[in-house]
């Protein structure tokens, strides 16, 4: 736990196994958290894609007996979830995200570099915990859309584990998009302003906006489900008046948006290898940008085209057909910018360029595909059906996935000093390029041809069906191989000593600048502060700028620190309490039954949920009570807000968007007479008195905030004190409201009530994480953590109960006064 | 009945028959159990495929130009500068504003052109017509129900079948669609496009073709561990017929077996179950028009013996001995004994005493033997419409060859 000094000590001794993953897990360092989630990703691709060789495996003849059922669906099921949140999100946007990000803006470290650890493990946790399923009930086998009902069918298992994982791997996901956001916005090199930052720096801004303003409709999705299965609060049950298909307009707000959040940070890798190969300047950097941004923008606005078939009124249909289409122009642009940026180069055809040649021709055809979905009409015949699980597979399989590829073989001898071989590079890429069109372009035709999706058998004599089915097992076997040549190219790269030059390609973006691999400090030398256009390398060279050396003796990282780890680590421990055990031994069909009754896999993981609250704040607490640098740092930001507060800004984006969709909801089940408040409801002039209280704690936090500014520390102290006692105030009374209440009538039987426990309680949750956050300053400011450089954690707090006070007047208005 | 269709007789002839003959011109022909049949979106017997067809010319052709044009232009640019072809020094150029106006201009118009297509496309197709002949649907884990509402059975209740469905040709047909549990997603691609099944609530739908046959239908919508399972089947009857079927079908009551037969143990097993061995009654989740039974928890057997579908088309029985051939009965008699062993996840009880799921639990069904069971199978083959009535007899099976299609 030292400032890590470079140069590194080199120790002739490799380090033990025990020593890396202790390397690993207390890192602080981008590039090690990149290489986590590039790791993870690429095991969940191995993973995800040997499951989809046994579904093709499956379907290879008619009638087979290998997957058949149940086990079908929570193969596929797997296949998905594990190819969308555990490979083609995280590879690109935190993956690569993590490892060039900085480097693109020439700095040391993203704005936060612990909440970048915890990010990664969380992510990992989440993985890990979705395997637990396994070994208790098993898979969900419900598709990873857990399309309601059939997620509450009581025959379905593991759907509350998938729940518990996506929801922390949506926090994940959220933590370090909100850092990346705050990374750019606060952290660029020294002169570059927005408008010269790399495309892929864009690409990373705009998909982690993206993912900030949608990911809320997973979350909401994932929890209505949720406590639907553990407490029977449901939304969506139509027996009690809800609206099934408003899961689906909450899992598609977000679930649309996600193809993109898969597409975007690849659009700017393509970019980068177009522009480096072909040894030029990006055709329309502008128009490029304005096109993510485009993207970004129109992507929200699509989701109802996945719920044509449901029969929504047309109007509705034909608004959301129009933004479909529309999408269209600004990818359009990509593609065409790219060529163009191909066009009059001197294009070096390595593997990453075959990549990008492959994936613009396959992009060009599912974008094609894409459009004719978007033709309602057309949609009504095809939805469902083979023609779309070729269409998505086209544009994500053989579309964004060859980008990720070509940013693995752009980037692999930055990452690691090593070079992948051309040969088996170009073994790799042709294997996945026929193998591809082999497995997808029958199964295209077998939609024109009727067989719908999601089938585990099929009979004989359908007309082609079984020709087709068994040219598209072949070419997963093929994409097998493939895979398999990928995989060897990797492991042999590093039989050979790091010889990569710092920039072997003669890219033009600030990474190159580093060493390859990077030392852990990134650049011993700093940049000219004039930034001409995008390409920083080349004009400097034409200018004849050159870099100032520094002393890596000068520069000061953040040290390592076993906080953020644990507390993941309690995370995952409370995600497996939350799966597979509750709080007590509640069902909503059998009520509340004595807690040992239980079976034993639900005792032991509700056991093991009380045990991770303590652990979990007591890692807290300890990462919250180390320091992030133990040395004092003036911190270098570009705008007057520090890293914390910045980052903070951008996360509770997410928290609005998710309350956002969840207050959509119950507005519109309100106001469609579905959801009619019980005569005996809970007291506005309760309510009305925790307004009080938390408007007040509000000005109290803000006062405190100010006293901390000016150095009066004994009322910053004494502020956040009473702000956690009026937080404890208001959690009483609405403990007390919620026990009234819940006796008063059956939540189970009423769609009000039911919404307001879901979207109330979730506030109140708020309030403990809100309070959990006050805590924190207040608990480094008693240990005399805080002094002149180091504010702690009080501007993220702060801001973050001002958010959780503004929700509660919503709330207040739309279920107390309504 | 209006027998005029709406989209009939405009200037679009129908060109399935080229394009049906094409493709099974190129049909595999392989030792089927089940029957050659042909799916297709582009089945233009259909009035609804044909609208769609005529919207989607226009997409495909400038689909094609521009999947040729920028194809072109992609390898083109690659094969011309590519280093060891091309030596000059690469141009320092950043764009070009002209040339991105023009792309995004001409995406922009092409967008709205196809809106337009899009939007008078589903202004044809979308409204029901008020004179549609109407017919309910309900999906349920796994099988479908298909009722008429507007034909009360002499015997009581609203005449209904299980699993397959018949429509008279010529005229848009109006289902009402709907579920009794999860989504399930009603489609049968020749006659027209998909409509997802909603619990708790219905949605209007219409489906026609001008060609009598037999087509084939699939749940579309994830459902479950045999939502590949459930599978119907759309019989078109040209009007006569249909008038003919539904008659029948409004004066049907189930046959009332002979005294001493195996019909009628299997009657008395079929409405009562055996108490001593648990084996409960199959009246309690079915309904046979003109019995007292009406359950209504799994599909309609009313015509079971006319049907030649069983388990939601998992087994097919296409001779015209039906459930009396050999194979066949063999596969009454598994379906009944134990039928969550042979279609995944089916809620129908066991009748051997083996275990099956049902809300997550574990349960143990009765045990009827296997005489009793045959005695059952009796009594369901004899629930046959009249001869006239048999829908099936001499109806194509759309896509068979000479040999595979009913007899």
Known sequence: MTVQHAPLQKSSARPGVWAVLKDYMMTTDHKKIGTLYILTSIIGFAVAGLLAVGIRLQLAVPDNTFLVGNTYNQVLTLHAALMIFFFLIPIGLFGFGNWFLPLQLGIRDVALPRINTFAVWLFIFSLILVITGLANGGAPGVGWTFYYPLSVDANQTGVAVLMVA??????????????????????????????????????????????????????????????????????????IGGVPVLFQQFFWFYSHPAVYVMLLPYLGVGAEIASTMARKPLFGYRVMVYSILAIVLVSLLVWVHHMFAVGLPDSWQIAFMIATLIVAVPTGVKIFNLIGTLWGGRIVMKSPTYWLVGFIFNFLVGGITGVSLGMIPFDYQVTMSYYVVAHFHNVMMFGTAFLAMGGLYYWWPKMTGRFLSEKLGLWHFWLFM????????????????????????????????SELNLISTLGAVTLLFGGAVWVWNMIQSFRAPATASANPWGGFTLEWTAASPPAPYNFAHEFPTNFPTERPLYDWEQRGETLTPVDPKTIHLPVDSWGPFLTAAALLLMGYGLSFGWFTNYTPTGGLKPFFDAAPGHVFASVVLYISIPLFLLALFKWAGTREYDVPVAHHHLTKYDNGFMGMSWFIISEIGLFGVLIAGYVYLRVIGAAEPPALRPNIWLAALNTLVLVTSSFVIHRAEQDNHHGKFTRFRLGLFITLILGAVFMIFQVYEFTLFGVESDWKQNLWQACFFTIVGLHGLHILIGGTGVALPFYQAMTGKMDKYNHGSITPASLYWHLVDVVWLLIVAIFYAW | MNTKHRHSGTRRRPITRPIAAAFL???????????NQFLFI????????????????????????????????????????????HDAPPAQFHGNNRLEVILVAVPVVIV???????????????????????IDVLGKQFWWNFAYPETTSDAGGVVTNGNEIIMPTKQPVALTITSGDVIHGFWAPNIGGQRAAMPAVKKTWQIDTTRAGVYQGNCSQLCGGSHANMRYKVVALDQDRYNTTLAAMKAYRAPEPAPGSAEARGYALFMQGKASTQAVACAACHRVQGTPAAGAAGPDLSFFGTRRTLGAGMWEAMTADRWAEPKAKEHLHEWIKHSPTVKPGSLMPTYDGSEYLSKGQKLKGGVLTDTEIDDISAYLRSLKLPEEADYWSGTPNYGANASGGTQ
């Open chain 1, 166 to 239: 996506l929801t922390l791997n949506g926090i994940a996901s959220l933590l370090g998009s909100a850092n990346f956001a705050a990374t750019i916005v606060n952290m660029r090199a020294p002169g570059m302003s927005l408008w010269k930052m790399p495309i892929f720096v864009w690409s990373i801004f705009a998909t982690s906006i993206l993912q900030l303003i949608s990911l809320g409709g997973l979350t909401a999705a994932a929890l209505v489900t949720y406590l639907e299965l553990k407490l029977g609060l449901s939304m969506f049950n139509p027996g």
């Open chain 1, 434 to 465: 026929i193998g591809s069109w082999m497995t997808f372009l029958p199964q295209y035709i077998l939609g024109l041809l009727g067989m719908p999706r999601r089938y585990y058998t099929y009979p004989e004599g359908n007309f082609a069906w």
């Open chain 2, 25 to 35: 011109g190129a049909t595999l022909l392989t030792g089927c159990q089940q029957t």
């Open chain 2, 42 to 85: 582009g089945d233009l017997a259909s009035a609804y495929n044909r609208e769609i067809w005529w919207m989607s010319v226009w997409a495909i052709v400038l689909s094609i130009i521009i999947f040729v044009g920028v194809s072109y232009a992609l390898f083109y640019t690659v094969n011309k500068f590519r280093e060891d072809r």
């Open chain 2, 112 to 134: 709205f052109g196809l809106s337009i297509l899009t939007v008078r496309t589903m202004a044809i197709l979308n409204p029901t017509p008020a004179q549609a002949t109407k």
